[in-house]
């Protein structure tokens, strides 16, 4: 059995529904046929034009030169360049998929490069640098990294 008030609490929540339902099908459908607008228009787009268009060129040419320089399936070491936690590492390691990233850490919380020259396995021998917010990877062998390391604690 129905009561009166279970009835009309259905009924008002099934009218907010369908008035919910009224006020955004407008807006989504712009948004949808805009969406589908702009994919047509870059469809047959290489993913490095659509890396420029979308990141930048300086952000596609270092993802590009990174790419060249890690064969597929190779590894690499990645640090996250700025002093805390941020995106910039997931972006990189979907760019530069298939290749394997050993996650260091956050750069202002690894040791100095002597210990952490101690700690490494000596591959792999490159080393991803990852900021966020447009700002490109960088890409360096490991001997030049831990230099920097080292004068990064020196300056401390």
Wanted: with cysteine; glycine share 8%.
């Amino acid at each position: 059995m129905l009561s009166f008030a279970g009835a009309v609490f259905r009924a008002l929540t099934l009218g907010l529904f369908a008035l919910l339902l009224l006020v955004s099908l407008p807006q989504t459908a712009l948004h949808v046929v805009r969406r589908a607008g702009y994919a047509v228009a870059h469809w047959n787009e290489s993913p490095l034009a659509a890396r420029r268009r979308i990141l930048g060129e300086p952000y596609a040419d270092a993802v590009a030169r990174i790419r060249r320089a890690i064969p597929p399936g190779g590894e690499y070491l990645l640090v996250n360049g700025r002093s805390e936690w941020e995106g910039g590492p997931y972006w990189a390691r979907f760019e530069l998929a298939p290749r394997r990233a050993r996650f260091l850490g956050l750069w202002s919380e690894l040791p100095d490069g002597e210990t952490l020259r101690r700690r490494l396995p000596p591959q792999p021998s490159l080393v991803v640098i990852a900021f966020r917010d447009g700002e490109p990877p960088v890409l360096m062998d490991r001997e030049t990294f831990l230099r920097e390391l080292d004068r990064f604690h020196d300056g401390c």
